[in-house]
């Protein structure tokens, strides 16, 4: 194998240690669901398995299917993940034996496959790409999963940087065009292209993502009561949800705790909060005579270098994620203190874009001008409309591999148990 082949291969046995590592519960937790929202542990496991079966051995290698009479359970679009408990999947063992069988052959395709010839899926290893990327999302979901379920030990002490207080608050953004998603970026999604110009007004974004403690005084100041923060939509929600705070924090006399894998713990004044709705960073946003970014504002404020007038794969440069510029790939569980990632800013100063939490903006799932849906509709296409708020940036628990300026992540407004905060931004002119 050549250098890039080792390289995918280093990948695929990274991710497929990441899915081992999150499902070496006992049996009766894997199988279990915790929650509607979420799917079985073991299902997840079996899925990632499928896919890499149905992508790179039949698809792009041309192998018989090696087990047909499971794919209906393993399609997320057969069965909600609310029936999911109910399906004849495979049980632990037999999952990780299937998972396993899979991956021997899939090391034998990359092994054969010609990466620089003309297939669409071959080519700089597209598929490869595809399924690491995929194994890594379900691999964060299986966390929020495992996050629902108040399973202990999935805390882990990496050594995070140190904050540097909240300091200046915003960053400006003068206007002018710039380029939004890629053309040339060979593991990008289908809807991350094409690259295509896109003018916008001047704004200013907050440097850094909203903290605990600004949240802390939305909630003291009564904003979880006063409609004039919310839209209609978002008062119906929180009028029916009953919602007063972030998931999964807790009142302790005064303060606030909040619970993370089992453990209960005050929660820190100088983190990005987390565990929030759209609803609710939307009407925090209003509330703090703000708004959301749009996608746009968000991926020119992270990736735009109005200098060299061309995008950057992060918003530090183009070389991949260290720990001194971002807070990925789970090395703690939990976001790093505001502030801890000079290092990592974008050209115009905005810091802690990628990795933390997921941000959400004010744009619903839209395709760009041009979109082609590649390889296949269900992974992009039929999410398109108006009921997918997009996330940028990614959290402290997505993979560097599945991060980047470019990268488009969305969910319903209502969601809250995956790794998500915000940042606001307001116009230059009102
Ligand atoms: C892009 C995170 C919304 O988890 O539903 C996983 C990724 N697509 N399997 C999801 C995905 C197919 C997707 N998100
Ligand atoms: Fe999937």
């Not at 990496?158 to 915003?170: S, V």
């Not at 710039?178 to 060979?186: A, H, K």
């Not at 735009?304 to 703690?332: I, S, V």
Request: hydrophobic share 35%.
């Amino acid at each position: 194998m050549n250098d890039f082949k080792e390289r995918i291969a280093a990948e695929l046995i990274a991710v497929r240690d990441r899915s081992l590592a999150y499902t070496e519960a006992e049996d009766d937790l894997l199988v279990r669901q915790h929650s509607p929202l979420m799917s079985p542990l073991v299902w997840d496991l079996a899925h990632v398995g499928n896919y890499e079966e149905l992508w790179v051995l039949r698809e792009a290698g041309g192998i018989t299917p090696l087990r047909p009479e499971i794919d209906d359970i393993y399609d997320a679009f057969k069965t909600p993940r609310k029936d999911r408990p109910s399906l004849p999947f495979l049980g632990p063992a037999e999952a990780r034996r299937y998972i396993e069988g899979v991956r021997g052959r899939v090391l034998d395709v990359l092994d054969a496959v010609d990466l620089d010839g003309p297939a669409p899926l071959h080519r700089d290893g597209f598929v490869f790409g595809l399924v690491i990327q995929h194994e890594h999302q379900h691999d964060e979901t299986m966390l929020a999963t495992l996050q629902l379920s108040g399973q202990p030990g999935l805390v882990r002490e990496g050594e995070l940087p140190k904050g540097r207080g909240a300091g200046p608050g915003e960053v400006h953004v003068p206007a002018g065009s710039f380029l939004m998603g890629t053309g040339t970026l060979p593991w990008a999604y289908d809807n991350e292209r094409p690259a295509h110009r896109v003018d916008l007004p001047g704004y200013w974004i907050d440097r850094l993502p909203v903290g605990n403690e600004a949240y802390m005084a939305f909630i003291a100041e009564g904003g979880y009561d006063d409609p004039r923060w919310w839209t209609a939509e978002g008062w119906q929600w929180r009028q029916r949800s009953g919602v007063t705070a972030p998931l999964f924090w807790v009142r302790d006399g005064d303060a606030w705790c909040r619970t993370r894998f089992g453990r209960t713990e005050p929660v820190p004044l100088d983190e990005p909060v987390q565990h929030v709705s759209w609803y609710e960073a939307d009407a925090y946003a209003r509330w703090a005579g703000k708004r959301l970014p749009t996608e746009a504002e968000w991926e020119k404020a992270c990736g735009w270098d109005p200098a060299a007038e061309r995008a950057r794969r992060y918003p530090w440069g183009e070389d991949g994620p260290t720990p001194e510029l971002a807070n990925l790939g789970h090395r703690a569980a939990h976001p790093a203190p505001l502030g801890a990632y000079p290092a990592g800013a974008s050209a115009y100063g905005a810091e802690q874009m990628v990795g933390d939490v997921w941000e959400w903006t004010s744009s619903w799932f839209h395709p760009y001008p041009g979109f082609r849906s590649f390889p296949y509709k269900e992974y992009s296409e039929v999410f398109f409309g108006e009921e997918y708020r997009v996330l940028r940036g990614g959290s402290w628990a997505a993979d560097p591999a599945a991060v980047r300026t470019t990268f488009r992540n969305w969910d319903y407004p209502i969601r809250r148990q995956i790794f998500t905060g915000f940042r606001c931004a307001r116009s230059e002119q009102v």
